[in-house]
């Protein structure tokens, strides 16, 4: 058997430890030493949890659940399963015990894979509740060592008992690995939930090939290219790229040592690709900010004009416009005294492939990264149907999401889209949407005939771009008629380094758009004792005079870009930071809104009514579990105290550009 | 054999009397608290079983191996290993180096060997940044293995003093009030902290501490001192009842 001819994921591993035993694939680092796997050590470690995990009844069309940062173990697990024909479920690893209850039911897993104590914990806890759970097995035993429940095995004991099958019976591991077929369910990929229960959906072999190729078409991978894998396996794209493109290209994968210290590894590999959520983006741009922001006046200058150098000439470039003959004289004094040291400083030195996936992204912040010189690229597209589109060559529009990719015929039928008339985006082609695991109904919703549903608005450029504007059923209709985008609005504000999340308010009951904002406690609380102003706790700072003026600020700038009946006009501070632990955001920290309403309703309400303040109470989690209420004041602030005043002639030009 | 003890032990500073005929054992595998209102004589236990105040009579075992002879050095090189009210680390120095230092007692070459930096001896710090590793794993400071000491935090300092014992191989642990000054937050990790170094390493742990919540929840046992003796002895729950103890620390009833 040839890659080429390989079917399963397994198959290409063996195939590749056949082909370059020796050449290092994986690199995790461990006790402060990046720690390299080989092919043929990966394969080994496989081969043996996979027979391993036979022995504890996983077999053909079963289900092993992996919960866990991302460490080799987490990948080898998924191997193993794919090996035995198995599906994999991986979860994020903050997911709470009802969680993980719902989707070891709902999947039918018989066998959780669980990093540590914390994992362990809750996997036990699920045990109990999910009969038929039959085995936990956890790889690090740091806290694990007076545990003794009967379901508990060790990654090193299953994967010995693997290798005891494998020298009684050399061939069996062989002959599981030839009967993998490219239509076995590889990945029950679990939408985050933003809409009521979690659904599984059904990612099979193919659809990994067929994803990897897509974006292999689309952009320049190289064989034996550096990866940090740092975003979920529990995200369909990670399963593209980490997962399968690390076997495909090949690549070398790295691990971080923990998810906090993934800058500082970033920074010790320098890797040529990567893919971060917008988040992480955003997250790694206000590092960058907040830097400048406590740097001296000198430094700032002159990192504010390499910065504008870079500006004219990489954005100018990605956008069409040539850049002036000053700027291109200047540039390599700022790109070595600036940008080259700001992305060796970011790690990004090498980083040729570098994505953002996931929602929409302010474009600010792509600008931001293209001046430094680092092209980073948008992708668009849906667990359900896969990658669609990417930026891709040298130019391409910020503003969308990049043109279509392309099908290789050996996994289907190219791609097809249309527009309903609703506005939403339709899709076929390519390995196709296999459904949702144990919910025809579903299924049925998402579908039109044999068209995939994605709900999201969209429209294309005359390029031939995507752009995304919103989802369907999220573009929101004011009492006026009115309508307008709270995703827009949202990532906009997002950029702020002193706003870290927002939600947006207005519908066709409100005559206008209102916000409440959480406030980033970290850079708002520098900037408040930069100034002397005492605070106490979140609370405290959140409902600070100056404070609302500083969000009010922020809030205004943004109400410049927007059309008169969409622009915010009036906000508050939530007194509390908002939680994934009490509902508040989804695992992958986006807002639950309906709940959000629910529990904030006073408070919109004074908002709506246009009061000055709102007395709230809502329940808190502490971190060990035990509940509380917080009682808090919150005031609310007029984003338009100034409305007699015209804004300035080139902010309305900015607006008219913006309709 | 008992890992631990002071027989009849009795220390005095001119006409103070700190310990008046204390005895103490430290059982094999068990955490040890040392309770007892301000002057009662816990840290001077501590120092007597750590070798540091040579009692006036009674005696300080070691595994049956009575300790009187011994420098502190040499009775840490036997394996007890402990850390300070407050920190004692180097400010200057990085956590890795910090950690180093508790590596001090199983290091063998000599400075001119070091010099000479002969292979053996670049093994040897191979192996002994290893541990250092192995620590730094263990108490979950990778972030801040390469940070200076004294730019941390009060509750990570106390981490990486712990860490630094640690790096001893103790047979024996004694911690001199690790939790005073903390917050809640960091109180609790390092009670995690502590009760893994006793499941993983089946290390005794003898523990001094004013923290009346964190004692409860820690110990196999409680010793309470009153003007340097024992007044009880037992469970945390037989403690909290003993009308002797309820006496020292609330004061006499009308």
């Known amino acids: ?659 | 054999m008992t890992p631990l003890a002071a027989r009849e032990v009795t220390l005095r500073f001119g006409g103070v009397i700190a310990l008046d005929g204390v005895t103490v054992e430290v059982r094999p595998d068990e955490l040890l608290a040392i309770i007892g209102p301000n002057g009662a004589g816990k840290t001077s236990l501590l120092n007597v079983l750590s070798g540091f105040y040579r009692p006036q009579s009674g005696r300080v075992e070691l595994e049956g191996e009575t300790i009187r002879s011994l420098r502190v050095d040499q009775v840490a090189r036997r394996g007890v290993a402990r850390t300070f009210q407050g920190t004692h680390l180097f400010a200057g120095q990085t956590v890795v180096e910090n950690i180093l230092v508790g590596r001090d007692i199983h290091m063998h070459t000599n400075i001119l060997q070091a010099f000479c930096y002969f292979p053996w001896v670049a093994r040897e710090e191979d192996e002994h940044r290893r541990s250092v590793e192995e620590i730094i794993d263990f108490l979950e400071i990778e972030a801040i293995r390469n940070e200076r000491v004294g730019t941390l935090g009060y509750g990570l300092r106390k981490r990486v003093d712990l860490g630094r014992a640690l790096a001893q191989e103790p047979r024996i642990l004694l911690m001199d009030e690790p939790m005073a000054g903390m917050n809640s937050e960091e109180k609790e990790d390092l009670a995690r902290f502590i009760l893994d170094v006793r499941e993983a390493h089946k290390t005794p742990v003898v523990l001094v501490e004013h923290d009346m919540g964190v004692v409860m929840d820690l110990a196999d046992r409680i010793i309470v001192l009153d003007f340097g003796r024992v007044i009880a002895e037992g469970t945390p729950d037989e403690v909290q009842r003993n009308p002797d103890v309820i006496r020292a620390y609330l004061g006499e009833a009308q």
């Open chain 1, 1 to 659: 058997m040839t890659i080429a001819q390989a079917q399963t994921l397994a198959q290409v591993l063996s195939e590749r430890a056949r082909l370059s035993p020796g050449a290092v694939c994986e690199r995790h680092k461990r006790l402060g030493i990046w720690q390299e796997f080989t092919w043929e050590q990966v394969h080994d470690n496989v081969r043996a949890l996979a027979l391993g995990l036979q022995a504890l009844g996983v077999a053909r069309g079963g289900v092993v659940m992996a919960i866990g940062e991302n460490e080799p173990e987490h990948f080898w697990t998924e191997y193993a399963a794919h090996a035995l024909g198995a599906a994999l479920v991986s979860l994020y690893p903050d997911q709470n015990t009802d969680e993980i209850a719902y989707l070891a039911a709902d999947s039918g897993a018989t066998v959780i894979v669980a990093q540590d104590q914390e994992q362990v914990d809750k996997a036990l806890a699920v045990a109990r509740e999910v009969s038929a759970v039959k085995a936990i097995v956890y790889w690090d035993d740091a806290g694990l060592w007076s545990y003794h429940d009967p379901l508990l095995r060790s990654f090193e004991e299953v994967q010995r008992s693997g290798r005891e099958v494998h020298a009684d019976d050399p061939g069996r591991y062989n002959r599981e690995l030839a009967a993998g077929r490219a239509e076995d369910v590889a990945v029950l990929s679990y939408t985050s939930g933003t809409t009521g229960r979690p659904k599984g959906v059904v990612l099979t072999q193919r659809y990994l090939f067929d994803n990897a190729a897509r974006i292999v078409g689309a952009l320049d991978f190289k064989p034996g290219c550096e990866y940090l894998t740092y975003i979920a396996p529990a995200w369909a794209t990670e399963q593209f790229f980490g997962i399968t493109l690390g076997l495909l290209v090949p690549m070398v994968v790295n691990f971080p040592e923990r998810p906090e210290q993934v800058l500082t590894n970033l920074r010790e590999l320098a890797v040529e690709a990567m893919l971060f959520s917008p988040r992480q983006w955003e997250s790694l741009a206000s590092v960058v900010q907040a830097r400048m922001l406590d740097a001296g006046p000198v430094r700032r200058a002159i990192y504010e004009w390499g910065i504008a150098i870079g500006r004219e000439v990489n954005v100018g470039r990605l956008e069409g416009r040539a850049p002036s003959l000053a700027a291109r004289l200047k540039y390599p004094f700022a790109e070595a005294l600036v940008l080259e040291p700001l992305r060796d400083k970011l790690g990004l030195v090498r980083a040729k492939i570098t994505l953002c996936g996931g929602s929409a992204m302010a474009p600010d912040v792509f600008r931001l990264f293209h001046a430094m010189g680092v092209h980073l690229r948008n992708a668009y597209g849906a667990t359900e149907i896969g990658l669609l589109t990417l930026h891709q060559g040298e130019r391409y529009d910020l503003e969308t999401v990049g043109h279509w990719m392309q099908c290789d015929p050996r996994h289907g039928p190219p791609l097809e889209w249309r527009v309903s008339d609703e506005g939403e985006l339709l899709v076929k082609g390519g390995s196709g949407f296999m459904g949702y695991h144990g919910k025809p109904d579903k299924t049925a919703e998402a579908q039109d005939g044999d068209w995939y549903r994605t709900g999201d608005a969209v429209s294309q450029t005359g390029g031939g771009e995507l752009v995304f504007l919103e989802r369907v059923k999220d573009m929101r209709r004011l009492r006026s008629g009115h309508s307008f985008p709270p995703q827009f609005i949202e990532t906009r504000l997002r950029f702020s380094p002193f706003i870290k999340d927002l939600m947006t308010l207005g519908d066709e009951r409100r005559d206008y758009v209102a916000a409440l904002i959480n406030i980033d406690m970290e850079v708002v609380g520098r900037w408040a004792e930069e100034r002397n102003i005492g605070f106490s706790t979140f609370t405290d700072l959140s409902q600070r005079p100056e404070v609302r003026e500083l969000i009010r600020g922020e809030i205004a700038r943004i109400n410049a870009f927007l059309p008169e009946h969409a622009r915010v006009l009036r906000f508050a501070n939530f007194p509390k930071e908002l939680d994934p632990d009490e509902g508040e955001l989804t695992r992958s920290r986006k807002l639950r809104r309906e709940f959000l309403e629910e529990r904030y309703a006073p408070l919109i309400g004074g908002l709506y009514a246009r009061e000055d303040e709102v007395t709230i109470t809502v329940p808190v989690t502490y971190q060990d579990g035990r509940k509380g209420t917080l009682t808090s004041k919150v005031l609310i602030t007029e984003v338009n105290h100034a409305a007699a005043m015209p804004p300035p002639r080139q902010q309305l030009a900015a607006a008219e550009g913006a309709r």
